[in-house]
């Protein structure tokens, strides 16, 4: 009787896998970047971390970055921005706030264009945490869907690359923060966009 009601049991929760993953027409990529402490106050952070549309400014991967829209959220500066990005495979992403937050230092964001047809969703949430004095963090939590038969075949490798992009966003990000300077890879960036510009 007891194998009777376990093999039940288990046909049962392997039909519901079976139509959970039906159900599901795209490969989920989960994941959380946590920055390096970063040697200032939560609000110093936020205050520049809060500028949607300036992420142009001190992040190696954006070479430039537009805001436009008028805001939705209370505080924020804009609705949605245009970065034109230095990442192989694409040229310009269409990004818009879908959460802007000042108390909590909190904003999230979807991508909304500029990326290739199997990426069928992204979104990315930004949350400033203080954890001591003059002593901050960011955290990142992405959300990617992928068309299945790409997620399962390139699903590993682009959290790879983008892990490692997010990465150098945090990198650029506390040093700008902690100096009021671009980091090296940002400045070594813009010489060689000015020496194209000049050819």
């Known amino acids: 009787m007891n194998k009777l009601i376990t093999l039940i049991l288990l046909t049962i929760t392997l039909n ?10 795209f490969k989920e990529l989960k994941f959380k970047i946590t920055s390096e402490v970063i040697n200032v106050s ?8 809060r500028e949607f549309q300036d992420v142009g400014i001190w992040s ?25 990005v230095d990442i192989k495979g694409y040229d310009q992403i269409h990004e818009k706030l879908t ?9 999230e964001y979807k991508i909304t264009g500029g990326t290739p047809d199997f990426v069928l969703f992204t979104s990315n ?19 990617i869907h992928l068309k299945r038969f790409i997620g399962a075949l ?15 966003v ?8 902690e100096t009021g300077k671009v980091s090296s890879a940002k400045k070594a960036r813009m010489q ?7 050819l």
């Open 125 to 143: 949430r930004w949350r400033v945490v203080e954890v001591g004095p003059q002593k901050s963090l960011v955290e990142m939590d992405i959300t």
């Open 192 to 198: 060689t966009l000015a020496q194209s510009q000049n």
């Open 60 to 84: 190696t991967s954006v070479d430039h970055s537009t805001g436009n829209g008028d805001a939705e959220f209370e505080g924020a500066t804009c609705s949605e921005r245009t970065c034109h």
């Open 99 to 107: 959460l802007f937050d000042d108390t909590s230092r909190e904003l």
């Open 16 to 25: 519901s896998s079976a139509m959970a993953q039906q159900a599901k027409k």
């Open 170 to 177: 945090c990198t650029d990000l506390k040093i700008y923060a």
């Open 42 to 49: 939560a609000d110093s952070l936020w205050t520049i971390a």
């Open 154 to 168: 390139l699903g590993g490798q682009m959290k790879k690359q983008i892990s490692k992009n997010v990465r150098q």
